[in-house]
């Protein structure tokens, strides 16, 4: 298009013009002609002039000849514009700055395109791996319901007996075992239920048990659960609350059985249980500084004797209380 343009417009200067170039020639030549017998120097300049003109002539038709050789489709150039003006607002749209960046964009949309394309086979192939996932899923757990029921009737057993040696005789337990969606613990909803006192009304442990209740019924089941899984630290939080003489004593020994293969930390005020512990760890408030600071000591063999008889008789424990806390520690 540049080329016929300018193939064009030189033409047009020398030839279709108002006043076109080789007629303003022509007609300069003339002027002069009119003075050749005045000067005898005119001659020659207009036999070059009219060289000129010649010239010029040939010069324009062969231009012209170029000129009607030269083609181009006006349809083509808008289709070049428009691609190169989508080039231009690509580049801007992804903020690259040359044509091979947007073809490496390209490349990848085209990868995530065949992706989607074949997205329906792919969730067809997994929807097919969920379902035999589920189907595992539920086998494992109507067998683990299956095992739950056997072990219900045992289970109830075992903590009631340990309910009454803590000082719970008429305390019960009852398990509810009901089926419900399947989760992360299989498709049972399991709720345990209490009887604090024997009467025949059992109600969700949660919500009845008083803390202590608590804390000792969680003991009992800790004790048979910390046989066959490893638990490697129990917590227990004054368990020991509104119990004494023989519950107390055998709650103690509960803990001695578990501290066995277990890290036992307890919170206590009663000495049976406190002389049961391998080490004691003293907690104490003092003033410091104008502020109160809680502090806990490790207690040596005599701070323990103390600390026990202290528990045993009061603020100044008596020489009975000293020799029945080193028996108690010593056992």
């Known amino acids: ?18 006043q076109p170039l080789i007629q303003q020639l022509k007609s300069l030549n003339n002027q002069l002609s009119a003075l050749k017998n005045f000067h005898p120097g005119i001659t020659g300049l207009t036999e070059r002039l009219q060289s000129s003109q010649v010239e010029l002539q040939d010069i324009a038709d062969e231009i012209e000849h ?21 080039g231009y607002r690509l580049l801007k749209k992804h903020g690259v700055q040359k044509t091979s960046d947007l073809i490496l964009i390209k490349n990848d949309l085209l990868l995530k395109l065949n992706k989607i394309s074949g997205l329906s086979e792919l ?7 969920v379902q035999e996932c589920l189907q595992n899923a539920v086998s494992l757990a109507d067998k683990l319901s299956l095992n739950r029921h056997k072990q219900i009737r045992p ?12 000082g719970m ?19 049972d909803t399991i709720e345990f239920l209490f009887d ?31 046989k066959s899984v490893q638990l490697p630290t129990l917590i227990f939080d004054e368990i020991d609350t509104g119990i004494s ?56 063999r005599d701070e323990q004797i103390t600390t026990i008889a202290t528990m045993l008789s009061g603020e100044r424990p008596t020489a009975a209380a000293f020799e029945n806390a080193r028996e108690m520690i010593g056992n």
């Not at 170029?66 to 989508?86: C, D, Q, W």
């Not at 289970?155 to 803590?166: A, D, T």
């Not at 009845?208 to 209740?213: I, T």
Request: charged share 20%; hydrophobic share 40%; net charge positive.
């Open 1 to 18: 298009e540049n080329i016929k343009s300018t193939l064009t417009t030189v033409y047009a200067a020398l030839y279709e013009t108002d």
């Open 245 to 300: 003489g023989e519950a107390a004593r055998q709650v103690a020994m509960i803990m001695q059985e578990l501290s066995a293969s277990h890290q036992l930390v307890t919170i206590t005020h009663q000495p049976q249980i406190a002389a049961k512990a391998s080490a004691h760890y003293f907690v104490y408030k003092e003033i410091k500084e104008n502020r109160i600071v809680t502090s806990v000591k490790l207690l040596n």
């Open 66 to 86: 170029l000129n009607n050789g030269v083609t181009f489709s006006e349809e083509r150039i808008n289709s070049l514009n428009e691609r190169l003006a989508l």
């Open 123 to 129: 969730i067809t192939i997994a929807e097919q791996a």
């Open 155 to 166: 289970f109830e057993q075992k903590v009631n007996s340990l309910l009454s040696r803590v």
């Open 169 to 187: 005789p008429n305390a019960k337990i009852k398990v509810r075992v009901e089926k419900g969606e399947l989760n992360l613990y299989g498709l």
């Open 196 to 226: 604090a006192n024997n009467n025949g009304r059992f109600e969700p442990l949660r919500k009845v048990a008083s803390g202590g209740e608590l804390s000792r019924v969680m003991l009992c089941i800790k004790s048979l659960v910390a």
